[in-house]
């Protein structure tokens, strides 16, 4: 127990940065794009094909940092899962809390992805040459179509990036001491129930 104390005790200053930072960056910048970026295009455009033109343009350039972001949110996380390991085995209700995390940044790598692909999938239908007549009844649909996708796409990830900020307030909530010392007696009272109750 004294050993698990004085781990969970160390700094992990750097990779908590990472973790943080990342993640902030993430969030942030896929809300400030849903919101400003989407709406200014489509205020400032004057139809679809020059709206989805506008705003791709600067969902280009934000995407090289939001990578970069979301890698450092990764390799954070995986320092702090490393470094408060034993309190994710022993501690009760931070294995269920950090599965709970690992779920939802999963999905939120999901559809961070997928918005790429509807985004390129946009880009190349609003700046293709015009389609032949016998298809040109189909083309505004699925343009249309797709930027409605991407649209709700793009909303998913604040909202999942968000819900993963929230997780991160609870294991910080975990970390206080007296979460702390709860948490490893109630394992240690299951644990203690449950061998009792395998020897009766």
Known sequence: MQMQMMQMAQRNTVVRSLHDLGLAAWFGG????????????????????ESIRLSGAGWDKWAPLNLVAIGAHLVGGAGLLGANRERVMH???????????????????????????????AEQAATAPEPIESSSSHAPETLEDTSRKLRMVQWAVPALTGAVLVLNALHGEQQKATQEKMGFMRAMSSRLGMNMGTAS
């Open 91 to 121: 501690q009760k209700g931070v294995g269920a809390s950090t599965i709970a995390k690992t779920a939802v940044t999963a999905a939120a790598l999901g559809v961070t992805a997928y918005s790429r692909v509807l985004g390129r999938r």
């Open 30 to 49: 896929s809300l400030m794009g849903a919101v400003g970026l989407n709406k200014a295009a489509d205020q400032e455009s004057k139809g679809l094909n």
